[in-house]
């Protein structure tokens, strides 16, 4: 065998064992950060809960759900909610105290409540008449369906 041949199967060598021990390494580190990919998850459910649970409410309030079909409908989603947060509590992700079910659902409310409130602050003009988007103030046209803007929402 010459020099040449050596050489190569030096290097050949050096790729495979690189080869094969990249993944392993990131097997490893992904043990590490398996839980906070969960946690993470929890926490990306949750706030799709409470998407869910604002959009149930705009829903309601543009008539597309009858009141009846509201209440069980917002209350399930308030559950789901309040599961996860004991979920994400479980994981470390919050106060490490567990929390009584109705501290959750007081919490889901809380979260619920602190979502509506930013866009009221700032500058959310209502609704618009025509599809229900979201307006901002200062908006002349719905952004959504482009139906003009009644003046006196804008106040
Ligand atoms: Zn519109």
Same mark, same amino acid.
Request: one cysteine or more; aromatic letters at 2%.
């Given at each position: 065998? $010459?020099?040449?041949?050596?050489?190569?199967?030096?290097?050949?060598?050096? /790729?495979? #064992?690189?080869f094969?021990?990249r993944?392993?390494?990131? =097997? *490893?580190? =992904?043990?590490?950060?398996?839980? &906070?990919?969960?946690?993470?998850?929890?926490?990306?459910?949750?706030?799709?809960? /409470?998407?869910?649970?604002?959009?149930? &409410?705009?829903?309601?309030?543009?008539?597309?759900?009858?009141?009846?079909?509201?209440?069980? @409908?917002?209350?399930?989603?308030?559950?789901?909610?309040?599961?996860?947060l =004991?979920?994400?509590?479980?994981?470390? +992700?919050?106060?490490?105290?567990?929390?009584?079910? $109705? $501290?959750? $659902?007081?919490?889901?409310?809380?979260?619920v409540?602190? *979502?509506?409130?930013?866009?009221?602050? +700032?500058?959310?003009?209502?609704?618009?008449?025509?599809?229900?988007?979201?307006?901002?103030?200062?908006? *002349?046209?719905?952004? *959504?369906?482009?139906?003009? #803007?009644?003046? &006196? #929402? @804008?106040?």
């Amino acid at each position: 065998m $010459d020099v040449g041949s050596i050489l190569i199967l030096t290097g050949l060598t050096v /790729l495979i #064992v690189a080869f094969i021990a990249r993944p392993l390494a990131e =097997r *490893r580190s =992904r043990l590490v950060t398996a839980e &906070e990919h969960a946690l993470s998850g929890l926490q990306a459910e949750r706030d799709k809960i /409470l998407a869910m649970i604002r959009e149930t &409410e705009m829903d309601h309030a543009m008539g597309k759900i009858p009141d009846g079909d509201f209440e069980a @409908q917002r209350a399930a989603l308030v559950a789901q909610g309040a599961a996860l947060l =004991r979920a994400i509590d479980a994981q470390g +992700g919050a106060a490490p105290a567990p929390a009584a079910a $109705d $501290d959750l $659902d007081a919490a889901i409310e809380a979260a619920v409540a602190s *979502r509506r409130a930013p866009a009221v602050a +700032g500058g959310a003009a209502g609704f618009c008449t025509t599809c229900g988007q979201a307006l901002q103030g200062g908006d *002349r046209f719905c952004a *959504r369906c482009g139906a003009p #803007v009644p003046q &006196e #929402v @804008q106040a």
